[in-house]
């Protein structure tokens, strides 16, 4: 079976045929599909954006498609910047501005947070796939480490003592939001392909 993957984005194709390789399904981008779809995302939860980015994606292509959204949510600023993570402080910021304002907007302040990650995958005969993945945190004093992207060098993991950016890639893979969402997507997807008989 054939994915469309509702993204731009090169390294999520790799990823996604990584973990769905396994299941016979192969991933492939919009442009293969011969689509190029800009959606607005609106939508006040993870959710509401995923399903907005993969239903456009199904419907232009007359395939299905899967998209993610993913952001932090930081306790004690009531889950923000939560959907607006990427568009935290306006459009003037790069990622190091956007965890610097982070930064500066808690100081004084409790520092828990979680990274979140929601698949969604619609199907042309209107079935929906959705998993999620969460992995709980806390917002570091400074930045620390070199790897990764957006807020990983200020999202400090208790237990290992380290920020998602002193993490390599595979590390990060085990246990972040996106990951646990991805292998969740993939358990679903092949019961659904088992029930369909796809
Ligand atoms: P999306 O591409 O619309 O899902 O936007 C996600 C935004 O959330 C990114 O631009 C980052 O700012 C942030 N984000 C999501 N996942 C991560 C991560 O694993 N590390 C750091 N920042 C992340």
């Not at 993490?167 to 092949?190: C, D, M, Q, T, V």
Request: charged share 25%.
């Amino acid at each position: 079976m054939k994915l469309v993957l509702a993204s731009k984005n090169p390294k999520k194709l790799v990823e996604l045929n990584e973990i769905l390789s396994a299941l016979g399904v192969e991933v492939c981008s919009e442009a293969d599909a011969g689509v190029d779809v800009e959606v607005e995302e609106t939508g006040s939860t993870f959710e509401e954006n995923s399903l907005l980015k993969a239903r456009a994606v199904m419907e232009a292509s007359g395939l299905p498609a899967v998209a993610d959204d993913s952001g932090l949510c930081v306790d004690a600023l009531n889950g923000a910047p939560g959907v607006w993570s990427a568009r935290y402080g306006g459009p003037g910021l790069d990622d190091t501005g956007r965890y610097r304002l982070l930064l500066e907007n808690l100081r004084g302040q409790p520092r828990g947070a979680k990274f979140v990650s929601v698949v969604t995958c619609c199907f042309p005969n209107g079935d929906v796939i959705t998993a999620r993945g969460e992995c709980p945190g806390t917002i570091a004093f400074a930045p620390m480490g070199e790897g990764g992207f957006g807020y990983d060098p200020v999202f400090f993991l208790p237990g290992l003592k380290k920020t998602f950016a002193q993490l390599s890639p595979e590390e990060k893979n085990a246990i972040s939001h996106r990951g646990k969402a991805l292998r969740a997507f993939a358990e679903k997807l092949a019961a659904y392909l088992k029930e369909k008989e796809v």
